[in-house]
């Protein structure tokens, strides 16, 4: 009989549009909104640890949402004037409120279950080597947040039958959203609310460095507080006298509580670097991330090729490894830089393009005159950096001319800055062998602390 009831509750009620909206909302949000999740190594395809991300930045707009159309859901007995009777049916409250709160639930997380089942396919089809379950947890506290919040929906509106319930949820959840919202401006997002208040918001922040994934202190204490909602909303749902709903509040405010002790107060102990994606893969001299193992049959042979050149033009002064940067870093802050190694960062869009020699250039460029200034497609580092680069890459390769890393383009001051360059450049091809080694090594000394006088250094001119 209730698996009869619960095929029509999923055949007849709002719940099946429930999961409908869930997922065609968020494959809308994903797929017409041409955003930085597309873009880069942290690209919402590329990893399973980002795409359980995304799935997540969405319930800034779905959870609010699911909550509405729960309230929809839990006004459909006032609206059709059966409250009073249902109160004389010998049946228990809690079975019928059973019925149409385990069909919103089923059709939320089938919605959300089959975004989930996208986003996973297309990451399994894409690139990536780094195959593992810790992006688990993150979706499924996404999967019970929808359903605690429809839930609760359910309840309040059962309690207080108004059409004015449902909007007047969703827009006091989206402004709580927008507050507690965490933003990735920095080296691990933080927002304008104290970090454990942020966190009883089940939105995360839009990922932006692969090697981030949510700490588990945050899975539980948010696991805490939305079993607290979806009981309150279970218990409004399936109580009818003032004294039983007032008694009703205890398991969320419980839950907050639990939450909020467990929940960590810093964005340091909230963001954890994913020991899995950033453990270290060799092959000889050359090391990327597990993340990026795919990239290292192409890298590996030009790393070493890049060495060989650099210990032909540097001698004792030459680096004997490249290895992928993993250093966290705010946006716009300086990147590592490093003596020692060259380092690759993957998110450069130079290297991410290139293929063959031009790997090679690259990889010659980061050792003599490494960018402190981000390129990414978030950050568009700068020109000076790129032309210096240039010039330390053609003269290691010994070209005849000056070549460009990239395309020069028709801009004023792109073009300047290549002429700039070029006389540059001349100046060091006219010098001895002796002081062209020295002028790059002055270079390569000024790039490490982020100077902008290289020019001067290579031309032979006095330095600022």
């Known amino acids: 009989m209730n698996r009869r009831v619960l095929r029509i509750e999923l055949k007849r009620s709002l719940a099946p549009w429930a999961g409908a909206v869930v997922l065609g909302g968020a494959l809308a949000l994903v797929h017409l909104i041409d955003g930085s999740w597309w873009r880069g190594t942290g690209r919402w395809t590329s990893q399973w640890t980002s795409m359980a991300l995304l ?270 940067g993993t250093a966290l870093r705010a946006l716009i802050e300086h990147r590592e830089l490093s003596d020692d190694v060259v380092l690759v960062d993957f998110d450069d869009p130079l290297i991410a393009r290139a293929k063959g020699e031009e790997l090679t250039r690259f990889l010659l460029a980061q050792r003599l005159a490494p960018n402190g200034n981000a390129r990414s497609d978030r950050e568009s580092g700068d020109l000076h950096g790129v032309l210096t680069q240039s010039i330390a890459a053609s003269w290691a390769l010994g070209d005849r001319a000056l070549e460009p890393l990239e395309k020069p383009t028709h801009e004023e001051y792109v073009r300047k800055g290549w002429e700039e360059a070029e006389a540059t450049w001349q100046k060091l091809m006219s010098a001895p062998a002796a002081e062209q080694r020295s002028r790059i090594a002055g270079a390569r000394a000024a790039s490490l602390s982020c100077r902008y006088d290289q020019f001067e250094v290579l031309g032979g001119e006095t330095s600022r």
């Open 55 to 324: 799935t997540r930045m969405l319930l800034a707009y779905l959870w609010p949402l699911a909550v509405g159309l729960g309230a929809v859901q839990g006004l459909r007995d006032s609206r059709s004037r059966m409250t009073e009777l249902l109160t004389i049916v010998p049946r228990p409250a809690w079975r019928r409120a059973a019925l149409p709160a385990g069909a919103t639930a089923i059709a939320l997380v089938s919605g959300f279950g089959l975004l989930v089942l996208w986003g996973a396919v297309r990451v399994a089809l894409g690139p990536t080597t780094d195959t593992h379950l810790g992006w688990l947890p993150i979706s499924l506290v996404a999967a019970l947040a929808l359903v605690a919040g429809a839930l609760f929906g359910m309840g309040v509106a059962r309690a207080l039958p108004s059409v004015l319930t449902p909007p007047a949820l969703v827009v006091l959840l989206l402004l709580a959203t927008v507050l507690l919202q965490q933003h990735a401006d920095g080296e691990r997002p933080t927002g304008l609310a104290p970090n454990r208040l942020s966190l009883l918001s089940p939105a995360v922040a839009e990922p932006r460095e692969m090697l981030l994934t949510l700490s588990g202190s945050v899975h539980l204490g948010q696991t805490l507080w939305l079993l607290g909602l979806l009981a309150t909303g279970f218990a409004l749902l399936a109580t009818a006298t003032a004294r039983a709903r007032l008694l009703a509040l205890a398991p969320v405010l419980a839950g907050a509580a639990l939450a909020l002790l467990v929940l960590p107060a810093h964005p340091r102990d909230t963001y954890v670097v994913d020991r899995t994606a950033a453990a270290l893969v060799c092959d000889g001299p050359v090391c990327v991330t597990e993340a990026h193992r795919s990239r290292l049959p192409d890298l590996a042979p030009r790393g070493e090729e890049a060495l060989r050149l650099l210990h032909d033009a540097l001698g004792d002064r030459a680096p004997d490894s490249v290895r992928e």
